[in-house]
């Protein structure tokens, strides 16, 4: 079977190449991406609230309902975090440039004023406007030569400043809101069982649920009387043992199941079912 890449933003983006880190720290950033070969089809989580700035190119996005939302030069989106995209990078041939921020809840909670209400708002992906003080401020921020592009408290004020330029504030402040209300209603349970089987961790799930991990893992442990980890490990053999008896190779099964890695693979599998995956499918024939 085709499996999708899956990647948690914006820390799969670290390891890109093409990728400037302007500032960064962990799930905050800002970064200036420069490709000279499309990213098509990888499916990305985003852990984080998401802006995307298009200096030239096209992006494509495609949320969890299906909609998609096209944005080209000097156009701006907005991506709150834990929306499921699979998007497209295009450059018609020439380089692809564009500006990506990313900031977490401590970051909305500041810029919110800590008052989150209850919020009646869907939490969608929207067009932001572009107005000149945003276009400053990215020209601005990419002329930048920081000699510590980790400094935490250059990058929470710079991300607390791009979010106060925003125009139409209230309605993209609503939009904030219902993405952090939402995220405490969202059913956590349901998600994971559509998703095991990608290569996300423990944290990534803890993160879309709106709990810190510990939270998260004490929170499920309770009610599933099993770690998160376990519970993951279990769904993730099972249905690779489903895929080795169907003839599919150990390293086919192993990437199926959200594994980049087949001796992991393999050790976990012995955990589960006390033998390796080749012998089960030798005691298969």
């Known amino acids: 079977g085709e499996s999708m890449n899956f990647y948690t ?17 962990d ?18 989580i985003i852990t984080s609230h998401s802006i995307v700035y298009v200096v030239s ?29 699979i998007s497209d990078y295009l450059n018609n041939g020439k380089n692809m440039e564009v500006f990506l921020l990313f900031f977490g809840q401590d970051i909305v909670m500041e810029f919110l ?27 601005n921020i990419e002329k930048m030569q920081l000699d510590n592009p980790n400094n935490k408290a250059l990058l929470k004020l710079k991300l607390l400043e791009f979010l106060h330029l925003i125009d139409d504030h209230e309605n993209f402040k609503q939009t904030l809101e219902a993405s952090e209300v939402g995220k405490q209603t969202r059913d956590i349970e349901s998600f994971m069982l559509a ?3 990608k290569n996300m961790t423990v944290a990534d799930f803890a993160s879309l649920s709106g709990r810190s991990l510990s939270t998260f893992n004490r929170e499920f442990k309770k009610k599933h009387h099993t770690t998160p980890k376990q519970w993951l490990i279990e769904k993730k053999m099972h249905k690779a043992k489903e895929l080795l008896e169907e003839g599919n190779t150990v390293t086919q ?23 390796t995956p080749k012998t089960m499918q030798k005691n298969l024939l």
């Open 57 to 85: 190119g096209k992006v494509s996005v495609t949320t969890y309902d299906g909609n998609e939302i096209n944005i080209t030069n000097d156009e701006m989106l907005f991506m709150p975090r834990d929306s499921y995209v």
């Open 195 to 197: 998703h095991y089987d």
């Open 9 to 25: 933003l914006p820390q799969a983006l670290y390891e890109l190449d093409g990728i400037r880190k302007i500032l960064s720290d």
């Open 27 to 44: 799930e905050n950033c800002i970064l200036y991406k420069n490709l000279d070969k499309n990213m098509l089809d990888n499916e990305k």
């Open 113 to 139: 004023d800590r008052k989150i209400q209850r919020s009646t708002k869907q939490s969608t992906i929207c067009k932001l406007e572009v107005t000149d003080n945003i276009r400053n401020y990215l020209l």
């Open 253 to 275: 099964s192993a990437f199926d199941v959200g594994y980049n890695n087949v001796s992991n693979f393999i050790k976990a599998y012995k955990s589960i079912y006390h033998e």
